[in-house]
């Protein structure tokens, strides 16, 4: 059971990027996928979440600027960011948990390693 986070980089303010985490050695299709990213000095925070039916959350500080997707027919969820601030820098990481019918955002206990955004100009 595998995650592999990729699509980060070194972007200006204002720019995007697109993440993905791409899951191997089980199939995403009963697993909810969220996003979570740490700055250097700070806690880990979520930033999204989506689950397997489709439903998603999305914290209100990146709101309207991230979008949290998933495609699990290429067993891979996605993130993409727009309007990238020098704030939004940090490591992101995915992970999944097991879906749950009443709860938008399940316990997450299976992580991948995380990719590195920097927005600077």
């Known amino acids: 059971v595998q995650l592999q986070a990729s699509g980060g980089g070194l972007v200006q303010p204002g720019g995007s990027l697109r993440l993905s985490c791409v899951a191997s050695g089980f199939t995403l299709d009963d697993y909810a996928i969220g996003w979570f990213r740490q700055a250097p000095g700070k806690e880990r925070e979520g930033v999204s979440c989506i689950n397997n039916d489709g439903r998603s959350f999305t914290v209100d500080f990146v709101k309207g600027r991230f979008t949290i997707s998933r495609d699990d027919a290429k067993n891979t969820g996605y993130l993409q960011m727009d309007s990238l601030k020098p704030e939004d820098s940090a490591v992101y990481s995915c992970?999944?948990?097991?879906?749950?019918?009443?709860?938008?955002?399940?316990?997450?206990?299976?992580w991948g390693q995380g990719t590195q955004v920097t927005v600077s100009s």
């Open positions: 992970a999944v948990g097991r879906s749950v019918p009443t709860i938008l955002c399940p316990t997450f206990d299976n």
